[in-house]
């Protein structure tokens, strides 16, 4: 990160033409709740994002979510990175990853599987080309959940991919909140990303990357009772909740 003024958002404010803005969804731009399908983002952030997005290059969110979970909630002038960059949806139009589409059917597979043996207490979240298990109303069952997963996975050729009192399992592709900050982020001299996760870190050695070609770049940490350590070492700006990141990104206006 090239500091500015012990600001790192100040490159982008003074030269939005040129900067980007990119964030997560849950637990950043939307409270974590227990039912996945009823999250929403924090009043009023999806007028902010479309303001943003009418005067820096890009403003984006990325996500484990689909694109047509995120595109119900927020403006079209958004461009969304579902599943880790395996769905990208740009003005309404939305391109799925070829390699990925060919194990829809597989993945498919996994959601049976997974709810014929998931215990009392798992929300079993399908996807299309991913499939989450959630059990957040009882952290208890982590193992076993864990244990479980990591059964279809070997089955199936599937990743595992931990989360928030979650698991998710994915097409073995190489594709993170990072590769998807490297592919949309290089045209780009100030970079800020917003995340809450250990699958933001990710997106953070990005900008460490970005940073050594002369990328300003800023890491923002969203603090909870969850947030991992890790994540909030790596920052260099910390905010509260995700009224905070709606907060931080009105100063970007």
Request: a negative charge.
């Amino acid at each position: 990160m090239a500091p500015d003024a012990g600001d790192p958002l100040a490159p982008l404010r003074r030269d939005p033409a040129t900067a980007g803005i990119f964030s997560d969804f849950d637990g950043t731009l939307s409270p974590i709740v227990e039912d996945p399908e009823l999250a929403e983002p924090v009043a009023g952030v999806p007028r902010l994002l479309a303001e943003l997005a009418r005067r820096y290059a890009v403003v984006a969110v990325v996500s484990g979510r689909p694109v047509a979970f995120l595109a119900a909630r927020l403006p079209a002038s958004v461009l969304l990175a579902g599943l880790y960059g395996l769905e990208v949806q740009r003005h309404g139009e939305r391109q799925i990853d070829p390699e990925a589409e060919r194990w829809r059917a597989v993945v498919s597979a996994a959601v049976t599987r997974l709810r014929a043996v998931t215990p009392s207490g798992v929300l079993v979240e399908p996807k299309g080309l991913s499939v989450t298990c959630h059990y957040r109303t009882n952290p208890s069952l982590e193992p076993q959940v864990m244990a479980l997963a990591q059964e279809v996975a070997a089955a199936t050729g599937l990743i595992v991919h931990r989360g928030r009192k979650s698991v998710e399992l994915l097409p073995p592709i190489r594709a993170d909140k990072g590769t998807v900050i490297q592919k949309l982020a290089a045209p780009l001299r100030s970079v800020c990303y917003l995340g809450d996760d250990l699958g933001d870190l990710a997106a953070f050695r990005a900008l460490d990357q970005l940073a050594t070609r002369g990328t300003s770049t800023a890491r923002i940490a969203v603090r909870s009772d969850e947030a991992p350590a890790e994540l909030l070492q790596a920052a260099d700006v910390i905010i509260d909740a995700p009224e905070g990141a709606a907060g931080l990104l009105r100063t970007l206006l």
